[in-house]
């Protein structure tokens, strides 16, 4: 099994940034696909960012150009960088990860994870 746990949600204005952490723990090895998902009460989720087995990178269009995903397979963690943020991207921001060797762009279109963190809000006010 594998345990995610998501910190650096919070509150900002529109414009702002923020940085999300997530850190892996358990069978971490089996873990070759990453990403972060959002939701928001009474909507379908979104995956805002991957980062598929074969290394390559996706992102949903709204958010492409404005945040950036990394990982440091060292220290088992995840980020998220957000910048210029709007009202918009105001959601639940979970960490997901799985076991699939498959692109960026798959996780981007399915939202298939295997294991999901808790979550943890990020709230953009105008």
């Known amino acids: 099994q594998v345990q995610l746990v998501e910190s650096g949600g919070g509150s900002v204005q529109t414009g702002g940034s923020l940085r999300l952490s997530c850190v892996a723990s358990?069978?971490?090895?089996?873990?070759?696909?990453v990403g972060w998902v959002r939701q928001v009460p009474g909507k379908e989720r979104e995956a805002v960012a991957a980062?598929?087995?074969?290394?390559?990178?996706n992102y949903a269009d709204s958010v492409r150009g404005r945040f950036a995903i990394s990982r440091d397979k060292v220290k088992n963690t995840l980020y998220l960088e957000m910048n210029d943020l709007k009202p918009e991207d105001t959601a639940m921001y979970y960490c997901?990860?799985?076991?699939?060797?498959?692109?960026?762009?798959?996780?981007?279109?399915?939202?298939?994870?295997?294991?999901w963190g808790q979550g943890t809000q990020v709230t953009v006010s105008s």
């Open positions: 358990g069978a971490t090895d089996s873990i070759v696909s």
């Open positions: 997901a990860a799985a076991r699939s060797h498959l692109k960026a762009l798959y996780y981007i279109r399915s939202v298939n994870f295997e294991y």
């Open positions: 980062i598929g087995s074969d290394g390559s990178i």
